[in-house]
């Protein structure tokens, strides 16, 4: 029981404050806040990210070119380009790399507010960092795992980042239905996106890529957004005004 409950702990707090913190805030500005409340969600982020930290800066710009260019060959992880998800994956990693180490400067238009904490990125992205991460997932399963099986969950710990974004680009531009004609491929996958907290509603997000509210028809439901507007209303963020409702 606790394995499971560690696994679905690590899976659903990585993921939201992935889908909160990365791509609401540092790549859209969906809301405002203070920038005590941007540094404590900054290290929630990398102690719920762990190993697979993901430092915004380069999420951000990433991002913001798969926006501008989805589905075509400029868009860093576009599925149709690609034979396979582990071939996308490795792809989408070097480009990544090229923006965390600074090694490759983005378009002036995908530049500029996205939330930087030099010293925390630098150490998330250390291999020591991300090593001593997965040491604490492994002492931990050694500790309370009651089966062998167990262990085979240690990998997904280890890239659960990563692994979050090859789900959502992969499924969320190949499989699905689509409310909204964009010009490009982009695809709800599923009705009630509850395991990847409304990150697979990709085809309403690409339609709108500024409104916190993912899902857009009254059958769909996107579970981070009621979290936000709590957020607001107790004044931890401040959501733009046209998309409270």
């Known amino acids: ?24 805030y540092a790549s ?21 990210q762990g190993s697979s930290y993901l430092n915004p800066r380069a999420y951000a710009i990433m991002h913001r070119e798969h926006h501008a260019y989805s589905d075509t060959e400029k868009d860093p992880h576009s599925p149709y380009f690609f034979t396979d998800v582990f071939q996308m994956m490795w792809r989408t990693a070097q480009s990544y790399k090229l923006y965390e180490k600074r090694l490759k400067e983005p378009e002036a238009q995908f ?7 030099r010293m925390l990125d630098y150490w998330g992205s250390t291999y020591l960092s991300r090593i001593l991460f997965g040491l604490g ?13 167990m262990f085979l969950l240690l990998p997904i710990h280890f890239m ?16 699905g239905y689509s409310n909204f004609d964009n010009g490009d491929k982009s695809k709800n996958s599923i009705p009630l996106d509850f395991l990847m907290l409304g990150e697979l509603f990709q085809n309403n997000h690409h339609k709108r890529p500024n409104n916190s509210n993912f899902a857009a028809k009254w059958y769909e439901v996107d579970p981070v957004y009621p979290v936000m ?17």
Not at 1 to 24: C, K, Y
Not at 111 to 117: A, I, R
């Open 160 to 175: 659960m980042g990563p692994i979050h974004g090859a789900i959502v680009n992969w499924c969320g531009h190949k499989y």
């Open 111 to 117: 530049k500029g507010s996205y939330p930087e904490w």
């Open 229 to 245: 507007k709590l957020m607001h209303w107790v004044r931890l963020i401040k959501l733009r005004k046209p998309y409270i409702s």
């Open 137 to 149: 997932y492994i002492a931990f399963y050694i500790a309370f795992a009651t089966h062998w099986w």
């Open 28 to 48: 859209h500005k969906m809301f405002s806040t203070s920038k005590f409340n941007e540094r404590m969600f900054h290290l929630l982020t990398f102690i719920c």
């Open 1 to 24: 029981m606790a394995i499971l409950l560690f696994f679905i702990g690590h899976w659903f707090l990585s993921l939201f404050f992935q889908t909160f913190f990365l791509h609401r």
